[in-house]
């Protein structure tokens, strides 16, 4: 079956700018998180959808914002980039069965200069 | 506040070999721990976990110990095989939520 697909891979925005990534889960999954990855703080939960609503939000200004459409598919948004959001942005997927783990795309690599 | 920590931050072991990685948390909230192996570049893959009712989890090659009246936990891998040098990441859910909290990470580095 298909993993979990974000796109795109690769993004190089200017500061002030805003973005807009993608994730399209695994069939079936109805839940979709975002984690932000960089080499200071880790892996760092963003929020969770569920069936289009957001279930829980992290540690994060309101510049990070997402949601999740009808589909599952889920997009999140950074508006007012700043260089401190240049990190590789990793979104996962998951049953309802939370010992099953969760599954991870390969991630976007934000680069903001 | 770094709830969930691995202390070493890296692991260098001999192919054949038993590689332990350890990770300690804070919050008895916790519920479930989960261990991830990720590669540069790529999102981390799900390895195993372990419900807090549960002290032992195995799975092939790997077997995750939990002791929670210590709030510590191990990841085993054996026999180690070069295809197992990665960064791993100890993972804990809490109870109330549907989100991960992450250890810093640990390298290992698995030598033929």
């Known amino acids: 079956k298909a993993g979990v697909t974000q796109t795109p891979r690769y993004l190089i925005k200017t500061r002030g700018q805003q973005v807009t990534l993608s994730c399209s889960p695994i069939?079936?999954?109805?839940?979709v998180s975002w984690y932000q990855q960089t080499p200071g703080q880790g892996l760092q939960f963003l929020f969770e959808?569920?069936?289009?609503?957001?279930?829980n939000k992290g540690n994060f200004p309101g510049r990070f914002s997402g949601r999740q459409f009808s589909n599952s598919r889920s997009e999140m948004n950074v508006s007012t980039l700043e260089l401190g959001d240049s990190a590789l942005y990793l979104c996962a997927s998951s049953l309802a069965n939370r010992g099953e783990g969760y599954t991870f795309g390969s991630g976007t690599r934000l680069t903001v200069v | 506040d770094q709830q969930v920590k691995q202390n070493s931050p890296s692991l260098s072991v001999q192919e054949g070999r038993i590689s332990i990685l350890n990770c300690d948390y804070t919050n008895s909230m916790f519920d479930y721990f989960l261990w991830y192996k990720k590669y540069p570049a790529e999102g981390p893959t799900f390895l195993i976990s372990i419900s807090s009712i549960k002290d032992k989890n195995e799975d092939g090659r790997f077997t995750v110990f939990l002791n929670k009246s210590a709030k510590h936990l191990s990841l085993h891998i054996v026999p180690s095989q070069p295809g197992d040098s990665a960064v791993y990441f100890c993972?804990?859910?809490?109870?109330?939520?549907?989100?991960?909290?992450f250890g810093g990470g640990t390298r290992v580095l698995v030598k033929p």
């Open positions: 993972a804990a859910l809490w109870a109330a939520g549907n989100k991960l909290t």
């Open positions: 959808y569920f069936s289009e609503t957001q279930r």
């Open positions: 069939s079936g999954h109805r839940s």
